[in-house]
């Protein structure tokens, strides 16, 4: 764009220039023309024996004057400003010329007989020369204009074709950056489409594995309800059905005989009920919606240091009178997964529990003093830790897993408490 408006700017400069040489030469030669006519008709007349033609002649001369007036007013407007002064000089010899020719067609024939020649000589021929001089170093600077506008012309056009080298030059560079700028990020959005492939068949074996780890754990959880509901449950259902069928066999027997097999029969019942309880304790303790948060805690450290023999220090601090469900829940299967990691993994003398209401959230924090590990050198986690750190997201909260090698673990986790859940 920029060098066609070059181009069409050169093309009217060059126009102009053209059509005002052709006007400036046209009115020359039209200056020139008439200066000869003048002349010529002056001459005729002075030839001219007679004066009977005199208003003829001076009527040619005077339309001659007057087209030669209009072609200075025409040449005034086409020539430059440093070429008027000639101009000028130009037209005032012309005024001269005619006001030389004027009083001719006053004279008698006699005076016309007498004094033609050296008029002639005299007045018309110096005049004309000077004028038609003066005409020919008009169309001089008119050439030399000419040829200095054709430089300017030549220098615009080396101009324009530096500046279309200039233009093209940039345009090279430019698009080399954008090819540059393309290229560099296609082959970022390239690395980051990899790296989230990589990610995302990483998620999906991830995916997999905790998949195969739920299913084991659901066979696992199963196989541990299946058995001590056979070994010990149907065990002592077996024990009270043979009991049962004695006792049928001995209503007869002395009454002594018949209390001894009821009281062994309403013992295995109350070992069946303290089994069944005991179960659904394991699954989930009924203190947890009877008594609250803070007994089940305590009673599941209780249970855990019975069978383990590791001791748990409990500290509860500030819980509101009664939580939401959800949140209740959350926080008891927190310290639940956190106590069967450090019974499976941790080899800890102590471990501290502490659940607390700081500032409308519910923090709660398992640290152990046990051998601990390198998080980044473990792959991936636990279906049950990933369960709890779920089951915290869904509440709005956050959970942080902090473990250093023979520095021990800390498992703590920030639950918001909402407006409804604090006043409930």
């Known amino acids: 764009m920029g060098a066609l408006q070059r181009a069409r700017s050169t093309y009217r400069d060059v126009s102009a220039l053209n059509d005002r040489y052709r006007r400036t030469d046209r009115i020359l030669n039209a200056v020139a023309a008439g200066m000869s006519t003048m002349g010529l008709l002056a001459r005729d007349y002075l030839l001219d024996p007679s004066n009977l033609d005199a208003a003829d ?79 020919q170093e008009i169309s001089r600077l008119a050439e030399a204009n000419l040829d200095q506008q054709r430089r300017e012309i030549d220098s615009e056009q080396a101009s324009m074709a530096e500046f279309i080298s200039r233009m093209l030059g940039m345009t090279v560079l430019m698009g080399v950056l954008i090819a540059g700028v393309a290229v560099f990020r296609i082959t970022k959005l390239e690395t980051r489409s990899e790296e989230q492939r990589l990610r995302t068949e990483a998620a999906e074996q ?42 049928q066999d001995l209503r007869a027997a002395p009454e002594e005989e018949f209390n001894d097999h009821l009281e062994g029969a309403k013992h ?71 106590l069967t990691n450090c019974a499976r993994h941790a080899k800890a003398r102590s471990i501290d529990i502490t659940v607390a209401s700081r500032n ?30 779920e089951r915290v997201k869904e509440l709005g909260g956050s959970l942080t897993l902090f473990s250093r090698v023979r520095q021990g673990t800390s498992l703590s986790a920030k639950i918001p408490l909402h407006q409804e859940a604090a006043a409930g």
């Open 57 to 135: 002649y001076r009527s040619k001369l005077m339309a001659e004057r007057l087209a030669m007036e209009s072609e200075f007013r025409e040449l005034k407007g086409v020539i430059r400003e440093q070429d008027k002064p000639q101009l000028e000089q130009l037209r005032r010899e012309a005024e001269g010329y005619w006001e030389a020719l004027d009083p001719l067609f006053e004279w008698t024939a006699e005076q016309k007989a007498m004094e033609s020649r050296s008029f002639l000589r005299r007045e018309v021929l110096p005049r004309r020369r000077a004028a038609l001089a003066i005409t």
């Open 206 to 247: 991830e995916l997999r594995r905790l998949s195969r780890q739920l299913v084991q754990a659901q066979e696992e959880e199963r196989k541990s309800i299946s058995r001590e509901l056979h070994d010990e449950i149907g065990q002592m259902l077996t024990a009270l059905r043979m009991e049962l069928r004695g006792m």
């Open 268 to 338: 295995l019942a109350e070992q069946s009920v303290r089994a069944l309880k005991d179960m659904a304790m394991g699954l989930r303790p009924s203190m947890l919606d009877d008594l609250g948060l803070g007994s089940a805690v305590q009673w599941q450290a209780r249970q855990f240091s019975k069978h383990t023999g590791i001791p748990v220090n409990v500290q509860i601090e500030g819980l509101p009178a009664s939580l939401p469900e959800r949140h209740r829940t959350c926080v008891y299967r927190l310290v639940q997964e956190a």
């Open 360 to 389: 409308g959230n519910v923090a709660v924090s398992v640290k152990d003093d046990g051998i601990g590990f390198d998080p980044a050198g473990v792959r991936g986690r636990g279906i049950g830790l990933i369960g709890v750190e």
